[in-house]
């Protein structure tokens, strides 16, 4: 079955740039999307279709996508974007959907 | 507000059928895809499938398929996840999500469950 491939974890100091990727062969034809999960909470969108902001999310989040790989950007990262991320894209066919196995972001 | 609330959580014993609900509100049910995720404990996000609450067309994850079923009561627009014979490996936290744009099934999910917890422990 389809996979995304996320890294298990990506650590910052407060301020800098984190860049958080997922790969996937149908990433050229299929849109990506980035949800922020903590602990005992729900997860919630934070870029939708590659690159779009959803309402309400800051502008230090963005998204890119270049070939097979899709970008998640948390520029001037602060202590309250520690938090898993995953990708969500579909299978080639567009039959099913899937996450990437997350990843952990450490704010140091 | 546009919101969906999920049932609560729920203790079985292996062998056991379960359904779970999720209500929507705030908006026209019937034109919103609605999927479930799966969230083992320790472990990641899972798409199990999602359905068309209007013609109640279901896909699934391969992963998924013949394991648990997906349906909806548009009339009180509620979706549903159901379990025929449960195991101990279906203890996990499940959420119910809504697709951003109605009438499209190719979607991210932006609007989502509080999540029920299910554990299933003889």
């Known amino acids: 079955s389809y996979e995304l491939t996320q890294p298990p974890s990506v650590s910052v100091s407060p301020g800098q740039t984190a860049r958080i990727t997922c790969s996937g062969d149908a990433l050229p034809k299929k849109n990506a999307h980035w949800y922020q999960k903590k602990p005992g909470q729900a997860p919630g969108l934070v870029i939708y279709?590659?690159?779009e902001r959803p309402s309400g999310i800051p502008e230090r989040f963005s998204g890119s996508s270049s070939g097979t790989t899709v970008t998640l950007t948390i520029s001037g990262v602060q202590a309250e974007d520690e938090a898993d991320y995953y990708c969500?894209?579909?299978?080639?066919?567009?039959?099913?959907?899937?996450f990437g196995g997350g990843t952990k972001l450490t704010v140091l | 507000e546009v919101q969906l609330v999920q049932s609560g959580a729920e203790v079985k014993k292996p062998g056991e059928s379960l359904k779970i609900s999720c209500k929507g509100s705030?908006?026209?049910?019937?034109?919103?895809?609605i999927g479930w995720v799966r969230q083992m404990p320790g472990k990641g996000l899972e798409w199990m499938g999602i359905i068309d609450p209007g013609d109640s067309e279901t896909r699934y994850s391969p992963s998924f398929q013949g394991q648990v079923t997906i349906s909806a009561d548009k009339s009180i627009t509620t979706a549903y996840l159901q379990w025929r014979s449960l195991k101990a490996s279906d203890t996990a936290m499940y959420y119910c999500a809504r697709h951003k744009y109605s009438y499209n099934r190719h979607d991210a999910f932006d609007v989502w469950g509080q999540g029920t917890m299910v554990t299933v422990s003889s």
């Open positions: 705030g908006y026209t049910f019937s034109t919103y895809f």
């Open positions: 969500q894209s579909e299978d080639n066919s567009g039959t099913y959907a899937v």
């Open positions: 279709k590659d690159t």
